[in-house]
T-cell receptor
Framework: GENVEQHPSTLSVQEGDSAVIKCTYSDSASNYFPWYKQELGKRPQLIIDIRSNVGEKKDQRIAVTLNKTAKHFSLHITETQPEDSAVYFCAANGRPGTASKLTFGTGTRLQVTL | GAVVSQHPSRVICKSGTSVKIECRSLDFQATTMFWYRQFPKKSLMLMATSNEGSKATYEQGVEKDKFLINHASLTLSTLTVTSAHPEDSSFYIC?????????????FGPGTRLTVL
């Protein structure tokens, strides 16, 4: 099955700086890579996703890059704000279509300090 | 956007009792729903995949007789924790995948915090 590794486990940045979280996956059949943000005690919220037919996607301060050859993808947050503080999870779908199921990384706790 | 509800949000029960958790997709039809368990400060661990009209598919190590899943309609899946014990205490989260939307996007419910005394 799919195996997703995520680094770092914790990340502290100053407000206004950029944050980068990296993930690797093992199954070359994976073609969908979402990123979720989870605040304490809340549900994971989808913040951005990317499919294997593109290499980069951007949404305001958030961007995701995908390198299919190396099997890794990254989340980039620019101009970080205190409300960006949360746990971020990457995931990969393992296989496309109706049989797909997400395998999650271990999470990155992002702390944005003033 | 897609909305998934989950009920109850919190439940406290005595050891040996059964607890049912409901997961509903409110504004879309979900042919597939997923049940996850999350321990404090840990990642989401998939327990089972729930398919409308068929038996659930359980992940390795998950007891199907202990965690009963029913997906009776395109908008509702239920997870019943049978004969609950303190080690079953956890945060249970469902997610739903829309049959009408692109690809594999999953939307999560708000979760149910189960405490077994």
């Amino acid at each position: 099955g799919e195996n997703v590794e995520q680094h770092p486990s914790t990340l502290s940045v100053q407000e206004g700086d950029s944050a980068v979280i990296k993930c690797t996956y093992s199954d070359s059949a994976s073609n969908y890579f979402p990123w979720y943000k989870q605040e304490l005690g809340k549900r994971p919220q989808l913040i951005i996703d990317i499919r294997s037919n593109v290499g980069e996607k951007k949404d305001q301060r958030i961007a995701v890059t995908l390198n299919k050859t190396a099997k890794h993808f990254s989340l980039h947050i620019t101009e970080t704000q205190p409300e960006d503080s949360a746990v971020y999870f990457c995931a990969a779908n393992g296989r496309p279509g109706t049989a797909s199921k997400l395998t999650f990384g271990t999470g990155t706790r992002l702390q944005v300090t003033l | 956007g897609a909305v998934v509800s989950q009920h109850p949000s919190r439940v406290i029960c005595k050891s040996g009792t059964s607890v049912k958790i409901e997961c509903r997709s409110l504004d879309f039809q979900a042919t597939t729903m997923f049940w996850y368990r999350q321990f404090p400060k840990k990642s989401l661990m998939l327990m089972a995949t729930s398919n409308e009209g068929s038996k659930a598919t359980y992940e390795q190590g998950v007891e199907k007789d202990k965690f009963l899943i029913n997906h009776a309609s395109l908008t509702l899946s239920t997870l019943t924790v049978t004969s609950a014990h303190p080690e079953d205490s956890s945060f249970y989260i469902c997610s739903a995948r829309s049959s009408g939307r692109a690809g594999d996007t999953q939307y999560f419910g708000p979760g149910t915090r189960l405490t077994v005394l």
